[in-house]
T-cell receptor, first 116, second 110 residues
Framework: GAVVSQHPSRVICKSGTSVKIECRSL??????MFWYRQFPKQSLMLMAT?????????EQGVEKDKFLINHASLTLSTLTVTSAHPEDSSFYIC????????????FGSGTQLSVL | QKEVEQDPGPLSVPEGAIVSLNCTYS??????FMWYRQYSRKGPELLMY????GNKEDGRFTAQVDKSSKYISLFIRDSQPSDSATYLC??????????FGKGTRLHILP
């Protein structure tokens, strides 16, 4: 299957700092990438849909100024958690859709964010 | 009614048993159906996908879809300890989105 690389895998930061998470499709082009967060023993919660070359589409209740998404190329999307607070601590996962095959969604390995 | 309902478990079965994981959905607009496996603190991994009602087999895994009753199943034969994970059902095709169930935690006991 297609490979999606996500890093860092783990980050610990102080409250008030910003954290950037990268998501790369290594062997395919991804016009659309998705960002999720997941709390322990909970399902994936879609945060936003990232389209190459355009603004991201955020799900209801997700602050777009808090979670900045940039999808500058067909293989890279970034999520920046700005002014992180302890309540932002979570497991963040990206996924990428194989162009032309909408059912094929491949996931990165996730980033565990801990805000002190 | 939630769009996708899945029993969170945990489901514990002895090694070698047949596992049955189930999921229901409410929106008939879903066109394709997937199962993902997620190990703890890892990203989900696509296991199976199918478009139509009926069965699809891949090795020890069989995905079953009944569109008339909006019911999705995943069967695992000859279960092994390495199958211990959380299994997420994921119907898709509504507004081009994929919706994930909460997942069923499965424990295979050696």
């Amino acid at each position: 299957g297609a490979v999606v690389s996500q890093h860092p895998s783990r980050v610990i930061c102080k409250s008030g700092t910003s954290v950037k998470i990268e998501c790369r499709s290594l062997d395919f082009q991804a016009t659309t990438m998705f960002w999720y967060r997941q709390f322990p023993k909970q399902s994936l919660m879609l945060m936003a849909t990232s389209n190459e070359g355009s603004k991201a589409t955020y799900e209801q209740g997700v602050e777009k100024d808090k979670f900045l998404i940039n999808h500058a190329s067909l293989t890279l999307s970034t999520l920046t958690v700005t002014s992180a607070h302890p309540e932002d601590s979570s497991f963040y996962i990206c996924s990428a859709r194989v162009q032309g095959r909408s059912e094929k969604l491949f996931f990165g390995s996730g980033t565990q964010l801990s805000v002190l | 009614q939630k769009e996708v309902e899945q029993d969170p478990g945990p489901l514990s079965v002895p090694e070698g048993a047949i596992v049955s994981l189930n999921c229901t959905y409410s929106n008939s607009a879903f066109q394709y159906f997937m199962w993902y496996r997620q190990y703890s603190r890892k990203g989900p991994e696509l296991l199976m996908y199918t478009y139509s009602s009926g069965n699809k087999e891949d090795g020890r895994f069989t995905a079953q879809v009944d569109k008339s009753s909006k019911y999705i199943s995943l069967f695992i034969r000859d279960s092994q300890p390495s199958d211990s994970a959380t299994y997420l059902c994921a119907p898709g095709g509504r507004d081009d989105k994929i919706i994930f169930g909460k997942g069923t935690r499965l424990h295979i006991l050696p």
